[in-house]
């Protein structure tokens, strides 16, 4: 079966520092990977997404950068923290990409404050 | 840009009742709508994902209907629970194939 892991759990970091979260899968190959951000009191916003290996397409301009460094990793990094950087972050995975029934698997999330 | 409404924001019902919510959003250019439930402390998961107008999911005491043409489904729970306290979480499928989300409602169950 499959399953998704994300670290750390919980982060507080300095603004303007930098900033590494982590998401891995297992039991799937070539599968989409998602980066998602939940601020409070709003939906999930897409952040970055990814249907292969140094293939990465971003949603939303920011601070943000993501990687692909191999098919089951996915990294979320940034080199100087906002305030606005605070929320939680939400890795998925799904294989199906290209339809639009494709079901998203969720990893635990990270919450992230910055102070 | 495509903006998916769920309503109401939170929601007490006592045990036993049964309760319902909504989703809305644009009624052109459909695709797919899709409910997932998000428990504390849980990650997010997959409950139903409908297209076709009309469309009727069932699971368990859980069901979801879908009206395209309006732009709105409904998810229905039956006799609730306190294992059903959970944020609902709708996002519909944009052009791009992504999944655009709706803020939640939040379910608390009263024993």
Known sequence: SQTIHQWPATLVQPVGSPLSLECTVEGTSNPNLYWYRQAAGRGLQLLFYSVGIGQISSEVPQNLSASRPQDRQFILSSKKLLLSDSGFYLCAWGDEAGYSTDTQYFGPGTRLTVL | ?111
């Open chain 2, 1 to 111: 840009i495509l903006n998916v409404e769920q309503s109401p924001q939170s929601l007490h019902v006592q045990e036993g009742d049964s309760t319902n919510f909504t989703c809305s959003f644009p009624s052109s250019n459909f695709y797919a709508l899709h409910w997932y439930r998000w428990e504390t402390a849980k990650s997010p998961e997959a409950l139903f994902v409908m297209t076709l107008n009309g469309d009727e999911k069932k699971k368990g005491r859980i069901s979801a209907t879908l009206n395209t043409k309006e732009g709105y489904s409904y998810l229905y729970i039956k006799g609730s629970q306190p294992e059903d306290s959970a944020t609902y979480l709708c996002a519909v499928t944009d052009s791009n194939y992504q999944l655009i989300w709706g803020a939640g409602t939040k379910l608390i169950i009263k024993p």
